[in-house]
């Protein structure tokens, strides 16, 4: 069955380092992708997705690029900042397969010091 | 995008009791589903809601545990029956609008979720 897998956690960086957040999923037929933020004591948000191979979705200074060749989907950003700690969820939805059901990871803590 | 409400947004509730989570959403939706992120876990899908008929459920989750109703394009309930510590969670339902085309690359929506403890 599909199935995302993500870097494990917690992530702690210092403020403008660079960030990326290892993604890869498994999926038999065209899914969507997406990465979403849970941030301390909120709700989930979408924070960026890409519906194709080779589209990159992009918000807030985070990038991720799909790329089908190694099913990947890993999310980067330039220089992080302490509004930037929350916990980040690789997700994907496949709806040839499986109905329009979201499949995540299982999350990545993000920590950023000043 | 779609404004999502839930109610309660906490709740401590005792073993074998039964709580009822809404959610409500400001527009007319055509899928909404109903989420549950275990302690320090990520979000595993408990059941799509579909309207006018049975929810449709993934494997490990059933009806008698956790009954589901969607009266309207707008509204749907999760019930957590008979609860034990194991179903201390957050519960959270999204919502994703097909469109008129009824296919979908759309993102799906959360509510703030329902933080359960049971004692």
């Known amino acids: 069955g599909n199935s995302v897998t993500q870097m494990e956690g917690p992530v702690t960086l210092s403020e403008e380092a660079f960030l990326t957040i290892n993604c890869t999923y498994t999926a038999t037929g065209y899914p969507s992708l997406f990465w979403y933020v849970q941030y301390p004591g909120e709700g989930l948000q979408l924070l960026l997705k890409a519906t194709k191979a080779d589209d990159k979705g992009s918000n807030k200074g985070f990038e991720a690029t799909y790329r089908k060749e190694t099913t990947s989907f890993h999310l980067e950003k330039g220089s992080v900042q302490v509004s930037d700690s929350a916990v980040y969820f690789c997700?994907?939805?496949?709806?040839?397969?499986?109905?329009?059901?979201?499949?995540f990871g299982q999350g990545t803590e993000l920590s950023v010091k000043p | 995008s779609a404004v999502i409400s839930q109610k309660p947004s906490r709740d401590i509730c005792q073993r074998g009791t039964s709580l009822t989570i809404q959610c409500q959403v400001d527009?007319?939706?055509?899928?909404m589903f109903w989420y549950r992120q275990q302690p320090g876990q990520s979000l595993t899908l408990i059941a799509t809601a579909n309207q006018g008929s049975e929810a449709t459920y993934e494997s490990g989750f059933v009806i008698d545990k956790f009954p589901i109703s969607r009266p309207n394009l707008t509204f749907s309930t999760l019930t957590v029956s008979n609860m034990s510590p194991e179903d201390s969670s957050i519960y959270l339902c999204?919502?994703?609008?097909?469109?008129?085309?009824?296919?979908?690359?759309?993102?799906?929506?959360f509510g703030p979720g329902t933080r359960l403890t049971v004692l």
């Open positions: 999204s919502v994703e609008d097909l469109g008129e085309s009824m296919s979908s690359y759309n993102e799906q929506f």
């Open positions: 997700a994907l939805s496949d709806w040839s397969n499986q109905g329009g059901k979201l499949i």
């Open positions: 527009s007319q939706v055509t899928m």
